[in-house]
């Protein structure tokens, strides 16, 4: 998917005001010269100034919109923070993406960003990396770089899953997700 350029900083400090602490916006009283008229900036403030901003998308993430394009809201925290170019990807440390607190923001690459995904949601065990054989054993495998690499076949569960979490820190230091 492209990444949709934001509008500038000084424009969008004018239109939210972003509590780092909480990650919520909120939009400001905006000035007349985002409008074509009066009216419509008076309308404008009245029913949207001071009011949470955004919604969330079937994803979890948290989307403001500008006229008719929609931004992830991580994406507008990282520029309204730092002021300077936002990165390809922004991880969220905490695997919640709807949490745009600024301190469980961090810049990383596509695979730092996969590495710090959970368990997939169709999985049976509800544990990454871990699979039931049909042995009755538990198969700990771990993907880098779009290969899959096998652990091994464990007698417990909680043994897979050691195994795996061992695997990702070597892998993917402070990336590394397992649940």
Sequence with gaps: MAIRALPDVAYLRECLDY?????????????????????RCRMWNGRYAGKLAGWFNPFGHHMIA??????????????????????GEIDH???NPGNNCITNLRAATRADNQANKG??????LGVKGVALRKSGR???????????????TFDTIEEA???????????????????
């Design 66 to 87: 500008f006229g008719r394009l929609a931004t992830m809201s991580h994406r507008i925290a990282w520029a309204m923070t730092y002021g300077e170019p936002v990165p």
């Design 93 to 95: 440390i905490d695997g």
């Design 19 to 39: 509590d780092p602490a909480t990650g919520e916006f909120r939009w400001c009283v905006r000035p007349q010269s985002h409008f074509h008229d009066p009216l």
């Design 138 to 152: 538990f198969a700990a495998y771990i993907r880098r770089h779009d290969k899959r690499y096998w652990i091994g």
């Design 119 to 124: 368990p997939r949601p169709d999985s049976r």
């Design 161 to 179: 899953a050691a195994a795996h979490r061992d695997a990702a820190e070597r892998l993917h230091g402070k990336f590394a997700r397992h649940s």
